[in-house]
């Protein structure tokens, strides 16, 4: 297996700035890199990195088997909504920026015999038939499809920074990806052994592309709890007697059952003495519809032993808090300050359908750090996080504790908090056998 990475390439992408189709034009650095594998396939990864090839971030992943022919090609969450645009066009500046870097990866020593016969074009294979199926996705209901959103419903939204030089930095930075909800549904599968599984397949699985995206630096104060769900759970030995005899009731005949009471009976009168007593009492009271707690203690002084112990009840959703002082150094920054304020208040209000009868989920977050080292990926040395709705939004136009604007109106400063709460539980089998990675 050889790798070889090409130098860097400039290309222009239109970035949206807003809901009426305007865009602004930003210009990156490109690089890509070319591996042989193991079984004579090619893999090619495609990063956005600064003039010098640093800071990498992955935006796109292609793998080919041995005879060319594609077997994955995965445009990233972590690409623009200008870069994903821009990677399904063949035509584009960043496609032909990338299959020049294939040509001078490939021309590397290291790989030249190895990736004769790839084909450019692979890289830049359109997505649209896997958007089309996300668009499909979106699961039917009791019998019925969903109801349409009311016109002028937004479904896109711009990809923002803040501060504006913080791409050209190597601050590490937190993103929030803007999703449409989909509904999930009840799933049937086949496990080990052919044996049949239920569950409820959540839609949060089967998201399609970010519709918009901020991009911030990591705030101080970030903090995750994981959390069980634990109570305390009594069982006396009447309970469990009781338990028994309707069990051995309804597995094996009434009659059965009337015999096994019998025989807790029995059993109680030949046990001697005061235990007898209070036994019989027990379920005598039982027996007679009366609180047997109430009545053992009212004739004995005792009660039932019971049996106390922690017992699990079930997983718990986890909350995440955000905050961010945002204070804008020039037009640019404040313009865009203003998206992204906007941005999240208007993301994570609930849809109207067409008809206004009923109100659909708003848009739902991922939200990932990443670290700006030589991987520019997914930061391993904190929390990761699974799909979550923003359940509060405030912003504080004074924070500095004063009323202060700049010449067009623009506050001096800002103070935005978030409150997200994950949307399906961590369950152990989410965490993978990396353990150098935090994960969940």
């Known amino acids: 297996m050889a790798s070889a990475t090409s130098e860097p390439a400039q290309a222009t992408t239109q970035e949206p700035v807003g809901a009426y189709g305007s865009t602004y034009n930003v210009k990156n650095h490109y690089v890509t890199t070319v591996t042989t594998l193991g079984n004579g396939g090619v893999m090619t990864e495609t990063y956005r990195t600064d003039e010098k090839g640093n800071n990498k971030i992955k935006i796109k992943e292609t793998q080919t ?13 972590t690409a623009t909504t200008g870069e994903k645009k821009a990677l399904n066009d063949p035509d584009s500046q960043l496609n032909t920026a ?5 040509d001078d990866a490939a021309d590397s020593d290291a790989i030249k015999n190895n990736v004769d016969g790839v084909d450019p074009e692979t890289l830049t294979k359109s997505a649209n038939d896997a958007e089309n199926d996300n668009d499909n996705a979106e699961s039917k209901a009791n019998g019925f499809e969903p109801e349409e959103s009311a016109e002028g419903t937004r479904t896109q939204f711009p990809t923002l920074i803040h ?7 190597k601050q590490d930075v937190v993103r929030f990806d803007m999703h449409e909800y989909v509904p999930g549904e009840l799933s049937k599968t086949t496990g080990n052994g052919g044996i049949d599984q239920f569950g409820f397949n959540s839609g949060t699985n089967n998201l399609g592309p970010s519709i918009g995206s901020v991009t911030l630096p990591i705030p101080s104060g970030i903090t995750d709890q994981n959390k069980a769900d634990w109570g ?8 469990l007697f009781k338990a028994d005899v309707a069990k051995t009731a309804i597995f094996e005949g009434l009659q059965e059952g009337v015999d096994k009471f019998a025989d807790y009976i029995d059993a109680v009168k030949k046990n001697a003495g005061p235990t007898a007593g209070a036994v019989g009492n027990a ?11 109430a009545l053992l203690a009212r004739t004995t002084g005792m009660v039932m032993n019971p049996n106390m112990e922690l017992l699990f009840k079930g997983p718990t959703l986890r909350p995440f808090s955000f905050k961010f002082k945002l204070s804008p150094r020039g037009q640019t920054e404040a313009e865009n300050i203003i998206r992204i304020i906007r941005f999240f208040k208007q993301g994570s209000a609930p849809i109207r359908s067409q008809s206004n009868l009923f109100l659909k989920s708003p848009h739902i977050f991922r939200i990932t750090y990443i670290h700006r080292g030589e991987a520019g990926e997914l930061h391993k040395k904190l929390n990761a996080f699974k799909t979550c709705a923003l359940q509060g939004f405030g912003v504080n136009y004074t924070p ?6 700049y010449q067009d109106g623009t506050m001096v400063a800002y103070d935005i908090n978030m409150s997200f709460t994950e949307i399906t539980p961590i369950f152990n089998d989410d965490y993978d056998m990396d353990d150098s990675f935090i994960g969940f």
């Open 98 to 102: 990338i299959e020049e870097g294939i």
């Open 283 to 293: 379920f005598a009271a039982a027996a007679a519809g009366v609180d047997s707690e």
């Open 232 to 239: 305390s759970n009594s069982m006396t030995a009447l309970d």
């Open 400 to 405: 500095t504790g004063n009323y202060a604007t």
């Open 163 to 169: 501060p504006a030089d913080l791409g050209s930095s």
């Open 65 to 77: 088997d041995k005879d060319g022919n594609v077997t994955k090609d995965e445009i990233l969450s």
